[in-house]
């Protein structure tokens, strides 16, 4: 059977700094930040009292009251980004040929801990059966496929931070040996609950800087303390090359390879050496037929935290060698947070707009570079560049690891 080359035909994004792509992309090419206080619980009693979190989302614009309520909010902020995906690419409903493959990091935790607060105050009884379905990972990719009557090829990865991206390199997969035409797939993530901010903050993830929440996400810089919880979702669609054209769609970029890898070495801490993402990120290269010299842009996982961001910058030095120096690699995170499992689909779609707007976006808040990060990492303001090839980095707790590499459309 023969190969078929795989493009990105529409996407939907939900964030705190744009509920659409227009909104995303004029603040992510501004160098906005969507990080500030947290509101949607009171956390005062908390260390960490800031998160990057999705304000005034517009539910009525997706679906009503009732189909609201029973569905977690991740699930809700991954069905909105699907029907604007969905809308943006031009497919019809009910193509038993339509897949969907959305990975979580976390799933319906908030609805899990609301309850289980139930159970404690008023009883077995009052505990919604709604419960299961609303809190399982799966959810969101259910609630997709129902939605669209999708019955293709389907599932739903957990990988930590990486399974969006995982989701993607699936979806890239399952197209491009002819088992989906077109997948509808990403992530999406809703951790801002009282229980998760503690935990996280407690294993000494997350940034501290409560007074300057803006400033809080600095990857890269030499006072970077941890990362800031963020939420929101990312959709793409993906479909064969033979079906778009056929279709007439709006291509934004081809897919060129995808690769995974795993630290195996400990579950939380990535693995000093960095050899397996060496590895992964060399295959990835290998498979997409492109030197090291032909990649224009690396957004990385560039979490803000001391060990990531150090051992990242490592990586793609042996990787590129003096190359490495020559290519702009920015960390979005520094603007809308670490969105876990929905942050490698999230940035995804902030890798493959540069490929259509020549502009790259900044990792805001490098303000005193750390000497062991010495790339250029866009500093500040977005800078003009062509690009034509991009590659994406994202990495998960349990040493998960995955890389996608995407490229301009030409024919």
């Known amino acids: 059977m023969s190969q078929k080359r795989v493009v990105i035909t529409g996407v939907g994004v939900i964030t705190s700094i744009g509920q659409t792509k227009e909104e995303f992309w004029q603040s992510l090419s501004e160098g906005r930040s969507g990080i500030s206080s947290i509101s949607r ?12 979190e999705v304000k005034d989302f517009r539910v009525r614009d997706y679906f009503t009251t009732k189909e609201a309520i029973r569905m977690d909010r991740f699930t809700q902020f991954a069905l909105a980004a699907a029907i604007q995906a969905m809308n943006d ?19 319906g935790l908030e609805t899990l801990v609301g309850q289980q607060e139930i159970l404690y105050q008023k009883g077995p009884s009052r505990v919604s059966p709604f419960l299961v379905p609303m809190m399982i990972l799966n959810a969101a990719c259910a609630q997709i496929a129902i939605h669209f009557r999708a019955q293709g090829y389907s599932f739903a990865p ?3 931070c990486a399974s969006s991206l995982h989701a993607l390199g699936e979806a890239y997969n399952a197209v491009k040996t002819g088992k989906a035409r077109l997948i509808i797939t990403g992530g999406a993530e809703a951790p801002i609950v009282p229980l998760a901010m503690a935990a996280f903050a407690n294993m000494k993830a997350l940034s501290f800087r409560n007074e300057e929440p803006q400033k809080a996400s600095r990857p890269f810089d030499l006072y970077r303390d941890g990362f800031v919880m963020g939420e929101g979702a990312g959709i793409l669609i993906l479909e ?17 390879s995808y690769a995974c890898s795993t630290d195996a070495y400990h579950i939380t801490a990535p693995e000093p050496s960095g050899q397996a993402v060496v590895r992964m990120i060399r295959k990835a290269l290998k498979e997409a037929e492109l030197s090291i010299e032909e990649i224009d842009y ?15 910058t490592m990586v793609l ?9 020559a290519i702009p690699v920015s960390s979005t995170k520094s603007m809308i947070g670490h969105l876990l499992g929905a942050a490698g689909a999230v940035e995804t779609i902030a890798t493959l707009l540069p490929l259509e707007k020549n502009i790259i976006p900044p990792t805001i808040n490098l303000e005193y570079p750390d000497p062991e990060c010495d790339l250029n990492y866009v500093p500040q303001k977005a800078i003009f560049k062509e690009v034509k090839c991009a590659m994406k980095l ?5 040493g998960h690891n995955a890389c996608l590499i995407l490229r301009r459309f030409e024919g």
Do not use: C, M, W
């Open 89 to 107: 690419a031009k497919i019809p409903e009910g193509d038993e040929s339509v897949g969907v493959i959305v990975g979580s990091g976390i799933g």
């Open 394 to 398: 994202s990495y998960g707790f349990g």
């Open 240 to 256: 064969s090359l033979e079906s778009a054209l056929e279709r007439g769609a709006h291509i934004y970029a081809e897919i060129l």
């Open 158 to 160: 957990v990988t930590a």
């Open 298 to 312: 690396i957004n990385a996982h560039g979490t803000s935290t001391p060990l990531n961001d150090k051992i990242e």
């Open 317 to 325: 030095k042996e990787v590129f060698r003096d190359q490495a120096y």
């Open 41 to 52: 619980f009171d956390s005062t009693s908390f260390p960490v009292r800031i998160a990057s």
